[in-house]
Nanobody, 128 residues
């Protein structure tokens, strides 16, 4: 079984930065791609970013490209999301998720159905 625990959320002013972390338990972390999704009140879940098992490839949603950076440390079983130049529209609950494969091709990363395990989420609120 895999457990994912997100941390690092909070309240920040527009233009500020936050770094989210997702700590994983279980043996398969280093063999699986990881992703971040978010969901704002009244909206559907949105893909944010993903990273392959080795960290060699990354993929981002259009709304965060150039502002967010995903990374991972397999020795620590942790994936990170560095969020810069935050905007009020980034306000959401952010979830990390473990995919069922080592990597995907491009936009396949954004398909939530390919992720088998999900964390409980961490709230990010960006004030204007």
């Amino acid at each position: 079984q895999v457990q994912l625990v997100e941390s690092g959320g909070g309240l920040v002013q527009a233009g500020g930065s936050l770094r989210l972390s997702c700590a994983a338990s279980g043996r398969t972390f280093s063999s699986n791609a990881m992703g971040w999704f978010r969901q704002a009140p009244g909206k559907e879940r949105e893909f944010v970013a993903a990273i392959s098992w080795s960290g060699g490839s990354t993929y981002y949603g259009d709304s965060v490209k150039g502002r967010f950076t995903i990374s991972r440390d397999n020795a620590k079983k942790t994936v990170y999301l560095q969020m810069n130049s935050l905007k009020p529209e980034d306000t959401a609950v952010y979830y990390c998720a473990q995919a069922g494969a080592t990597y995907y091709s491009g936009s396949a990363y954004s398909q939530s159905g390919l992720y088998h395990y999900w964390g409980q989420g961490t709230q990010v609120t960006v004030s204007s």
